[in-house]
């Protein structure tokens, strides 16, 4: 039997992928106390192509960015899944990072980075309602548009 954030996350037409492995000398996730870190997910689709790739302001739409950073969420969840086993332990989404690939110009990365806030949201309902971070950048991994890292109460 599924959980209730899995059931939200069905209703929403969003199947979980499977928790990518780093691709350097990092763990996926620390856990301390209640406290769950994961680090930054790159906007990877299940079939590990970029969902969007180069930078948002000059080759990207801000759609094109908020659907990157809504696919990060996701596999956010993913490895939050790997690391509790069931997406139902957590109390609180307390904290996501944002990392927007911008051009020097570009000033909406806030805007971008609501597909992954607005995701929490939909997901956790109030306890989806977070702190957060958004920076732009000059480049992120294999040219991806967004990453996003987390923080997570967790019982």
């Not at 994961?38 to 659907?67: E, F, H, N, R």
């Not at 990392?99 to 990365?109: E, K, T």
């Not at 597909?115 to 949201?121: E, I």
């Not at 000059?138 to 548009?145: E, K, Q």
Request: with cysteine; net charge neutral; charged share 20%.
């Amino acid at each position: 039997m599924t959980g209730t954030v899995e059931q939200k996350l069905a209703a929403l037409g969003i199947t979980l992928p499977a928790a990518r492995a780093p691709v350097a000398n990092y763990v996926p996730f620390v856990k301390t106390g209640n406290l769950l870190t994961i680090s930054g997910q790159v906007c990877y689709a299940p079939d590990g192509s970029l969902i969007a790739k180069g930078k948002l302001g000059a080759t990207l739409s801000i759609d094109q960015g908020v659907a990157a950073a809504r696919g990060c969420a996701i596999n956010l969840l993913a490895q939050l899944k790997a690391a509790t086993g069931d997406l139902d332990k957590v109390v609180r989404v307390v904290r996501l990072g944002g990392f927007i690939n911008s051009a020097p110009d570009f000033l909406d990365g806030p805007k971008v980075m609501n597909g992954a806030s607005d995701l929490m949201v939909e997901v956790f309902g109030d306890k989806g309602r977070h702190a957060r971070t958004t920076v732009g950048v000059a480049a992120l991994p294999s040219d991806a548009a967004v990453e996003v890292e987390g923080l997570f109460e967790v019982a």
